[in-house]
Protein backbone atom coordinates (compact mmCIF):
# COMPACT_ATOMS: atom_id res chain seq x y z
CA UNK A 1 0.00 0.00 0.00
CA UNK A 2 1.57 3.65 -0.92
CA UNK A 3 1.54 5.95 1.46
CA UNK A 4 2.93 9.42 3.10
CA UNK A 5 4.47 8.75 6.31
CA UNK A 6 4.93 11.81 8.52
CA UNK A 7 7.24 11.11 11.25
CA UNK A 8 5.21 12.62 14.72
CA UNK A 9 1.52 12.21 15.26
CA UNK A 10 1.75 14.52 18.32
CA UNK A 11 4.77 17.59 18.62
CA UNK A 12 5.24 19.84 21.69
CA UNK A 13 8.26 22.50 21.60
CA UNK A 14 9.06 25.67 23.09
CA UNK A 15 8.87 28.76 21.94
CA UNK A 16 11.88 29.70 20.14
CA UNK A 17 12.85 25.62 19.26
CA UNK A 18 14.26 24.63 15.57
CA UNK A 19 11.53 22.11 14.95
CA UNK A 20 11.74 19.70 12.42
CA UNK A 21 9.12 17.99 10.76
CA UNK A 22 9.44 14.84 8.30
CA UNK A 23 8.06 13.21 5.74
CA UNK A 24 8.79 10.73 3.37
CA UNK A 25 6.83 8.76 0.65
CA UNK A 26 7.23 5.09 -1.40
CA UNK A 27 5.55 6.20 -4.37
CA UNK A 28 8.64 7.61 -6.11
CA UNK A 29 6.91 10.93 -6.31
CA UNK A 30 8.47 14.57 -8.01
CA UNK A 31 5.92 16.60 -6.45
CA UNK A 32 5.80 17.05 -2.67
CA UNK A 33 3.62 19.76 -0.43
CA UNK A 34 3.89 20.83 3.20
CA UNK A 35 0.41 22.42 4.18
CA UNK A 36 -1.06 24.25 7.38
CA UNK A 37 -4.22 23.46 8.70
CA UNK A 38 -6.49 25.81 11.16
CA UNK A 39 -9.69 25.50 12.19
CA UNK A 40 -11.73 28.80 10.13
CA UNK A 41 -8.17 28.61 7.47
CA UNK A 42 -8.19 25.49 6.05
CA UNK A 43 -5.37 24.04 4.11
CA UNK A 44 -2.45 26.73 3.32
CA UNK A 45 0.48 25.63 1.57
CA UNK A 46 3.28 26.65 2.75
CA UNK A 47 6.12 25.23 0.71
CA UNK A 48 6.21 22.48 -2.04
CA UNK A 49 9.31 20.85 -4.35
CA UNK A 50 8.56 19.79 -7.82
CA UNK A 51 12.50 17.72 -7.85
CA UNK A 52 14.90 17.08 -5.48
CA UNK A 53 16.84 19.88 -4.35
CA UNK A 54 14.38 22.49 -5.87
CA UNK A 55 11.85 24.23 -3.23
CA UNK A 56 8.71 27.04 -3.85
CA UNK A 57 6.97 29.10 -1.91
CA UNK A 58 3.77 28.52 -1.19
CA UNK A 59 1.10 31.16 0.19
CA UNK A 60 2.54 31.21 3.76
CA UNK A 61 5.94 30.42 3.66
CA UNK A 62 6.91 33.15 6.33
CA UNK A 63 9.12 31.43 9.42
CA UNK A 64 9.19 28.39 7.82
CA UNK A 65 12.15 26.50 5.36
CA UNK A 66 12.24 22.98 3.92
CA UNK A 67 15.07 20.41 2.54
CA UNK A 68 14.85 18.08 -0.21
CA UNK A 69 17.87 15.85 -0.26
CA UNK A 70 16.68 12.85 -1.74
CA UNK A 71 13.55 12.27 -3.82
CA UNK A 72 11.01 10.49 -0.96
CA UNK A 73 12.34 12.96 2.11
CA UNK A 74 10.79 16.24 2.57
CA UNK A 75 11.38 18.13 5.60
CA UNK A 76 9.81 21.04 7.44
CA UNK A 77 11.80 23.63 9.42
CA UNK A 78 10.65 26.05 11.73
CA UNK A 79 13.73 27.89 12.37
CA UNK A 80 12.13 29.67 16.02
CA UNK A 81 8.98 27.85 16.47
CA UNK A 82 6.25 30.59 17.92
CA UNK A 83 2.85 29.86 19.07
CA UNK A 84 1.29 30.85 16.12
CA UNK A 85 2.77 28.45 14.56
CA UNK A 86 0.47 25.87 16.48
CA UNK A 87 -1.04 23.86 13.50
CA UNK A 88 -2.17 20.88 12.22
CA UNK A 89 1.00 20.30 9.35
CA UNK A 90 0.03 17.90 6.35
CA UNK A 91 2.68 16.63 3.96
CA UNK A 92 1.36 15.21 0.54
CA UNK A 93 2.80 14.09 -2.60
CA UNK A 94 1.86 13.50 -6.23
CA UNK A 95 3.72 12.41 -9.40
CA UNK A 96 4.34 14.64 -12.08
CA UNK A 97 3.66 18.40 -12.83
CA UNK A 98 0.04 19.40 -14.43
CA UNK A 99 -0.74 15.22 -13.87
CA UNK A 100 -4.42 13.98 -13.06
CA UNK A 101 -3.60 12.55 -10.15
CA UNK A 102 -4.81 13.58 -6.43
CA UNK A 103 -2.73 14.24 -3.74
CA UNK A 104 -1.87 11.49 -1.23
CA UNK A 105 -1.80 12.92 2.36
CA UNK A 106 0.29 11.37 5.54
CA UNK A 107 -1.66 11.32 8.51
CA UNK A 108 -0.63 14.63 9.45
CA UNK A 109 1.49 16.17 12.46
CA UNK A 110 -0.18 18.35 15.69
CA UNK A 111 2.00 20.59 16.59
CA UNK A 112 1.71 22.41 19.63
CA UNK A 113 4.29 25.26 20.76
CA UNK A 114 4.13 26.43 24.32
CA UNK B 1 -8.49 37.85 -5.08
CA UNK B 2 -8.53 34.11 -5.60
CA UNK B 3 -11.31 32.10 -3.73
CA UNK B 4 -12.33 28.69 -3.31
CA UNK B 5 -16.46 28.85 -1.03
CA UNK B 6 -17.29 25.99 0.41
CA UNK B 7 -20.74 25.76 2.77
CA UNK B 8 -19.43 26.44 6.09
CA UNK B 9 -22.58 24.78 7.64
CA UNK B 10 -22.74 21.34 8.33
CA UNK B 11 -25.06 19.41 6.05
CA UNK B 12 -27.52 16.70 8.04
CA UNK B 13 -29.16 14.47 5.95
CA UNK B 14 -30.93 10.32 6.30
CA UNK B 15 -29.67 7.40 5.37
CA UNK B 16 -30.53 6.48 1.99
CA UNK B 17 -30.62 10.19 0.76
CA UNK B 18 -28.82 11.70 -1.83
CA UNK B 19 -26.08 14.12 -0.38
CA UNK B 20 -24.98 17.21 -2.34
CA UNK B 21 -22.08 19.57 -1.91
CA UNK B 22 -21.20 22.56 -3.16
CA UNK B 23 -18.24 23.85 -4.31
CA UNK B 24 -17.84 27.78 -5.82
CA UNK B 25 -14.98 29.63 -7.25
CA UNK B 26 -13.70 32.72 -8.20
CA UNK B 27 -11.32 34.32 -10.33
CA UNK B 28 -9.81 31.06 -11.23
CA UNK B 29 -9.91 29.29 -14.32
CA UNK B 30 -8.71 26.00 -12.68
CA UNK B 31 -7.60 23.12 -15.57
CA UNK B 32 -9.22 20.38 -12.97
CA UNK B 33 -10.54 20.61 -9.44
CA UNK B 34 -10.70 17.63 -7.24
CA UNK B 35 -12.41 16.61 -4.02
CA UNK B 36 -11.25 15.04 -1.02
CA UNK B 37 -12.65 13.10 1.72
CA UNK B 38 -11.11 14.33 5.54
CA UNK B 39 -12.11 12.42 9.23
CA UNK B 40 -11.30 13.93 12.02
CA UNK B 41 -7.51 13.98 13.37
CA UNK B 42 -6.54 12.76 9.75
CA UNK B 43 -5.39 13.62 6.19
CA UNK B 44 -7.37 14.22 3.53
CA UNK B 45 -7.93 11.31 1.27
CA UNK B 46 -8.40 11.87 -2.73
CA UNK B 47 -11.66 10.66 -3.75
CA UNK B 48 -12.48 12.07 -7.46
CA UNK B 49 -10.81 14.22 -9.91
CA UNK B 50 -12.84 16.15 -12.98
CA UNK B 51 -11.31 18.23 -15.92
CA UNK B 52 -12.33 21.52 -17.03
CA UNK B 53 -13.64 19.98 -20.54
CA UNK B 54 -15.69 17.36 -18.33
CA UNK B 55 -19.22 17.92 -17.55
CA UNK B 56 -19.41 14.77 -15.09
CA UNK B 57 -17.73 12.13 -13.42
CA UNK B 58 -18.69 9.16 -11.40
CA UNK B 59 -17.24 6.78 -9.18
CA UNK B 60 -19.30 3.87 -7.27
CA UNK B 61 -21.91 6.16 -5.45
CA UNK B 62 -20.14 9.15 -6.08
CA UNK B 63 -20.68 11.66 -8.47
CA UNK B 64 -18.83 15.24 -9.71
CA UNK B 65 -20.47 17.87 -11.78
CA UNK B 66 -18.17 20.61 -13.09
CA UNK B 67 -19.33 23.89 -14.55
CA UNK B 68 -17.12 26.43 -15.64
CA UNK B 69 -19.60 29.21 -16.31
CA UNK B 70 -20.83 28.90 -13.22
CA UNK B 71 -17.71 28.47 -12.13
CA UNK B 72 -19.19 25.52 -9.74
CA UNK B 73 -18.39 21.77 -8.55
CA UNK B 74 -21.68 19.88 -6.94
CA UNK B 75 -20.52 16.92 -5.62
CA UNK B 76 -23.39 14.29 -4.89
CA UNK B 77 -23.38 10.92 -2.52
CA UNK B 78 -26.15 8.85 -3.73
CA UNK B 79 -27.68 6.10 -0.51
CA UNK B 80 -25.85 7.60 1.70
CA UNK B 81 -24.67 6.11 4.71
CA UNK B 82 -23.54 6.85 7.90
CA UNK B 83 -19.75 5.74 7.39
CA UNK B 84 -19.71 8.47 4.75
CA UNK B 85 -20.36 11.24 7.59
CA UNK B 86 -16.51 13.32 7.31
CA UNK B 87 -15.54 16.50 5.58
CA UNK B 88 -15.30 16.94 2.27
CA UNK B 89 -13.35 19.18 0.49
CA UNK B 90 -12.91 20.54 -3.11
CA UNK B 91 -9.37 21.77 -3.94
CA UNK B 92 -8.77 23.71 -7.44
CA UNK B 93 -5.57 23.71 -9.19
CA UNK B 94 -5.22 27.01 -10.67
CA UNK B 95 -2.05 26.47 -13.62
CA UNK B 96 -1.63 22.91 -14.61
CA UNK B 97 1.13 22.39 -12.16
CA UNK B 98 0.03 20.19 -9.27
CA UNK B 99 -0.49 23.01 -6.94
CA UNK B 100 -3.87 22.46 -5.07
CA UNK B 101 -5.51 25.48 -3.19
CA UNK B 102 -8.16 24.07 -0.98
CA UNK B 103 -11.91 25.18 0.09
CA UNK B 104 -12.40 24.73 3.34
CA UNK B 105 -14.85 22.07 3.64
CA UNK B 106 -18.36 20.78 4.59
CA UNK B 107 -18.96 18.78 6.97
CA UNK B 108 -21.52 15.72 6.28
CA UNK B 109 -23.33 14.27 9.27
CA UNK B 110 -25.65 11.07 7.91
CA UNK B 111 -28.47 10.09 10.74
CA UNK B 112 -29.10 6.40 10.38
Known amino acids: DVKVTQSSRYLVKRTGEKVFLECVQD?????MFWYRQDPGLGLRLIYFSYDVKMKEKGDIPEGYSVSREKKERFSLILESASTNQTSMYLC?????????????FGSGTRLTVV | SQKIEQNSEALNIQEGKTATLTCNYT??????LQWYRQDPGRGPVFLLLIRENEKEKRKERLKVTFDTTLKQSLFHITASQPADSATYLCALDTSNTGKLIFGQGTTLQVKP
Open chain 2, 27 to 32: NYSPAY
Open chain 1, 27 to 31: MDHEN
Open chain 1, 92 to 104: ASTGGQGTNYGYT
